[in-house]
């Protein structure tokens, strides 16, 4: 049984430990995550199997744009369409919300996260020098 639906505050301890094992240098606190649930802006999506969160996604809506902040899979579910799931169901928020464009960033010498955008849809736009350090990003964009 899969659930996706919005985060509740008790669900976030547990998206900051995912956030913990997935990232190295990029990864956000407890207090990080906290701030941007309580951001009017901003929402987060978690995906669930039976009572176990394996996805996340947090993002920002500021009509007529979402700006992706970060998405992550419980390493074990990676390459199994969670990730895909959770970005069909932002792509579905942001028609319902007449969302023109859905914005992000991914680190150069991401390629999987950078073809997994590519393969959704996204389009690079533009790079950033040292966002990431010395490493750069790329901006990438979605028309909706």
């Given at each position: 049984m899969y659930l996706l639906h919005e985060a509740e505050e008790k669900d976030l301890k547990i998206i900051s430990e995912l956030e913990k094992g997935l990232f190295s240098?990029?990864?956000?606190?407890?207090?990080?995550i906290l701030r941007e649930f309580k951001?009017?802006?901003?929402?987060i999506l978690i995906f669930k199997k039976k009572e176990e969160i394996i996805g996340y996604l947090i993002f920002r809506e500021i009509k007529?744009?979402?700006?992706?902040?970060?998405?992550?899979?419980?390493?074990?579910?990676q390459r199994k369409g969670v990730g895909t799931k959770l970005m069909q169901k932002l792509m579905e928020f942001a028609k319902?919300?007449?969302?023109?464009?859905?914005?992000?960033?991914?680190?150069a010498s991401n390629l999987s996260a950078y073809n997994f955008y590519k393969k959704l849809?996204?389009?690079?736009?533009?790079?950033?020098?040292?966002?990431?350090?010395?490493?750069?990003?790329?901006?990438?964009?979605k028309e909706i």
């Open positions: 240098e990029e990864k956000w606190s407890y207090f990080q951001n009017k802006f901003s929402k007529p744009e979402i700006e992706i902040f970060k998405i992550g899979v419980k390493k074990e579910y319902e919300k007449k969302i023109s464009k859905i914005f992000l960033e991914v680190k849809g996204f389009k690079e736009m533009y790079r950033r020098k040292n966002y990431y350090g010395n490493e750069e990003a790329i901006v990438m964009v």
